[in-house]
């Protein structure tokens, strides 16, 4: 069965949907399926975003790590995927590390690849646990 570029695009944000309820494994399984998919370009690296950060979410920080590290080398603009990668290297015990990348975030301002994930970054201000 072929599946159509907007047809993958609901696929995504059902996925996404999943992972605001804390059905990350769920969200996860779909997010890689649609790695190789027809996805939106502009939703490549959200979707990438999601993805490390599920996985660092059900404890994989090492392929939360890999996955984020690309993603931040193949779209350096779309700073967002930094802060989940400082997320991952926090866990990781690399706070030096963390901490640079959300220093060269806030040194931004406001960034639509960062405004993207505002709520999801106010919620871990107050949640995130190292």
Do not use: W
Not at 17 to 29: F, T
Not at 85 to 109: D, P, V
Request: charged residues 20%; hydrophobic residues 40%.
């Amino acid at each position: 069965m072929h599946v159509n570029r907007s047809q993958t695009d609901q696929i995504f944000l059902q996925a996404i949907e999943l992972d605001s309820q804390n059905q990350e494994r769920q969200a996860i399984e779909i997010f890689k399926s649609l790695l190789e998919s027809d996805l939106s370009p502009q939703n490549k690296p959200i979707l990438l975003a999601f993805l490390g950060n599920s996985l660092r979410e059900i404890g994989e920080y090492q392929e939360s790590l890999s996955i984020l590290e690309k993603a931040v080398s193949d779209y350096p603009d779309f700073f967002g995927l930094k802060i989940f990668l400082a997320m991952t290297l926090s866990k990781l015990g690399q706070h030096q590390k963390a901490m640079r990348y959300c220093l060269e975030i806030a040194a931004l301002g406001e960034h639509k690849s960062v405004s993207y994930f505002k709520n999801s970054f106010k919620y871990y201000a107050y949640s995130f646990e190292v």
